[in-house]
T-cell receptor, first 112, second 115 residues
Framework: QQQVKQSPQSLIVQKGGISIINCAYENTAFDYFPWYQQFPGKGPALLIAIRPDVSEKKEGRFTISFNKSAKQFSLHIMDSQPGDSATYFCAASLMGDYKLSFGAGTTVTVRA | SAVISQKPSRDICQRGTSLTIQCQVDSQVTMMFWYRQQPGQSLTLIATANQGSEATYESGFVIDKFPISRPNLTFSTLTVSNMSPEDSSIYLC????????????FGSGTRLTVV
């Protein structure tokens, strides 16, 4: 049973556009929500993370929006660049537990 | 952030054989994990490698198939035993990185193909 559901499976965006990836979770005990970026042949790299006490976190062109009541969070990539073409995974972990539950992943392709 | 060196980066193995994957970290870490990423899929936690004690396995993974060693705070191995084509995956080592981004750092993975 997948604890974190991610959509879409893939998306194509033009250079300069906005990429939006959505995730939903069921377990209200989750208290850490990271996003990972993975390039082919590489391991996932932490991109940005949020805790449920804030509704939004921004780092450069990457923004996480968090809706605790809806149990949803999303990643927005502003001004998307070809170098952003990668697979993005959302994840969640439980308070006091170090296990990460990953979403299925979204492959983003940014066309020049 | 911790730097992870994982070896080998890829291998092609015959069915029925075993492969041991090594994970070396450049600093002492408390938590080390092994994940599996099947082709085009998400990451699934195999086990938590515990220093000085037996690894803690997730549902669906057993020690006989995936024996893990953790002799110290910077090194761990994962063995994939009696391999079948269904074991073809990317195997990733991960550590909890309190000293860097306060997240989890992953190695580059071992791409295993079983023929």
């Amino acid at each position: 049973q997948q604890q974190v559901k991610q959509s879409p499976q893939s998306l194509i965006v033009q250079k300069g556009g906005i990429s939006i990836i959505n995730c939903a979770y069921e377990n209200t005990a989750f208290d850490y929500f990271p996003w990972y970026q993975q390039f082919p042949g590489k391991g996932p790299a932490l991109l940005i993370a949020i805790r449920p006490d804030v509704s939004e976190k921004k780092e450069g062109r990457f923004t996480i929006s968090f809706n605790k009541s809806a149990k949803q969070f999303s990643l927005h990539i502003m001004d998307s660049q070809p170098g952003d073409s990668a697979t993005y995974f959302c994840a969640a972990s439980l308070m006091g537990d170090y296990k990460l539950s990953f979403g299925a992943g979204t492959t983003v392709t940014v066309r020049a | 952030s911790a730097v992870i060196s994982q070896k080998p980066s890829r291998d092609i193995c015959q069915r029925g054989t075993s492969l041991t994957i090594q994970c070396q970290v450049d600093s002492q870490v408390t938590m080390m994990f092994w994940y599996r990423q099947q082709p085009g899929q998400s990451l699934t936690l195999i086990a938590t490698a515990n220093q000085g004690s037996e690894a803690t396995y997730e549902s669906g993974f057993v020690i006989d198939k995936f024996p893990i060693s953790r002799p110290n705070l910077t090194f761990s191995t994962l063995t994939v035993s009696n391999m079948s084509p269904e074991d073809s995956s990317i195997y990733l080592c991960s550590v909890e990185d309190r000293g860097g981004t306060a997240g989890y750092t992953f190695g580059s993975g071992t791409r295993l193909t079983v023929v």
